[in-house]
């Protein structure tokens, strides 16, 4: 499903305010480590100097918008006060699960960074979603989103506009996971997305398994340049018109065992000086908009999983 692209073809350039932008090579934190770990080995690597692209779904440009004040969404989530603080970054270590989504519906796990004023909103959306009006089927996929004017005529899913620069020659976005948790497993499978501010740049990093797999240049961005005012975790549904919510993360209540709960451990944000730290109790607000539908538990900080909650439930008719 994927195709490799001359790196200065690919969909990004094609954004006016970004004609003359030069790739950005070299980021604050690069570490190499073995991503055969996670595709076994059967993963397809674009040759040098070229990017695999997704073969996009024609149509349904912005499918659902992703903002709190629109009509169908339904949230179970943590976020940063909002006390002047700038944040820099963001990640976590989510947990993968497959839920069971009708075509109208999405379910998403995701990490968003936003800054600016609710009608000119800019937002980073980073995690996996559920989404078969975007990807035509319902495989847990890898999945982003940004918007630089709150969801009115900028910003897209994935790659299907301008703007995301893709530097990995790795398909990662829109990638369906190879293995997701299951219900009571030892095991459970995991992934930690990052999103960071380049200090140099000023450009939005995207980092999967250690690499940076591409970034939003600062161009793009009227608020998000300065840094995020808002950090918020967690998951995210859309209801069919009939008003009926999918599930959301193992389409359970949250409980402590992390065997029979979606979760995230190790909450960090990047402070106003770069620096990756566990977010603090007292800079957060917990949101659920639809107790009898979805539950968020804050554990707080544990030794051995840093900054935790567990969040999901089964949905349903959760009101409005």
Same mark, same amino acid.
């Given at each position: ?11 990004? $350039? ?5 004609? +003359? ?10 570490? &190499? ?40 969404? +339904?949230?179970? #989530? ?21 839920? #069971?989504?009708?075509? &109208?519906?999405?379910?998403? /796990? ?43 005529? #900028? ?11 893709? *530097? ?22 995991? $992934?930690?997305?990052? *999103?960071?501010?380049?200090? $140099? /740049? %000023? ?5 999967? $398994?250690? !690499? *940076?797999? %591409? ?7 009227? +608020? ?25 993360? &193992? !389409? ?14 190790? *909450? ?35 030794? /051995? ?11 349903? &008719?959760?009101?409005?």
């Amino acid at each position: 499903d994927f195709d490799c692209v001359d790196i200065y073809k690919q969909p990004a $350039f094609q954004h006016p305010l970004l004609k +003359h932008h030069k790739i950005q090579e070299t980021f604050d934190s690069d570490e &190499n480590i073995d991503k055969k770990n996670f595709y076994g080995t059967n993963y397809q690597i674009c040759p040098k100097r070229t990017v695999p692209i997704l073969r996009q779904r024609n149509g349904t440009e912005s499918v659902h918008l992703d903002s709190v004040d629109y009509p169908g969404q +339904h949230f179970a #989530t943590i976020e940063t006060v909002l006390d002047g603080n700038i944040y820099r970054g963001a990640e976590a270590l989510i947990s993968l699960h497959n839920v #069971t989504v009708r075509d &109208n519906q999405y379910s998403k /796990s995701q990490i968003w960074l936003e800054n600016g004023p609710r009608n000119q909103l800019n937002s980073i959306q980073v995690g996996w979603a559920v989404h078969p009006r975007l990807y035509g089927d319902t495989f847990t996929r890898f999945t982003i989103y940004w918007t630089a004017d709150g969801y009115k005529n #900028t910003g897209c899913y994935n790659i299907k506009c301008s703007g995301f620069v893709i *530097v990995s020659r790795i398909p990662w976005i829109g990638i369906a996971f190879p293995r997701t948790s299951v219900y009571g497993d030892k095991k459970s499978i995991s $992934f930690t997305p990052q *999103v960071f501010q380049d200090g $140099f /740049s %000023g450009n939005w990093a995207l980092k999967i $398994f250690n !690499e *940076v797999i %591409g970034y939003w240049p600062k161009e793009l961005f009227t +608020h998000l340049n300065k840094g995020a005012s808002l950090i918020r975790f967690g998951g995210n549904t859309f209801a069919s018109p009939d008003g009926i919510s999918p599930p959301m993360g &193992n !389409e359970r209540f949250p409980v402590l065992d992390y065997q029979k709960s979606s979760y995230y451990l190790y *909450v960090k944000v990047k402070n106003s000086n770069y620096q990756l730290v566990d977010i603090e109790d007292r800079r957060i607000r917990r949101y659920a908009d639809s107790y009898q539908c979805y539950r968020l538990s804050y554990w707080g900080y544990q030794k /051995s999983n840093g900054v935790s909650f567990s969040f999901g439930g089964p949905g349903g &008719n959760c009101g409005v």
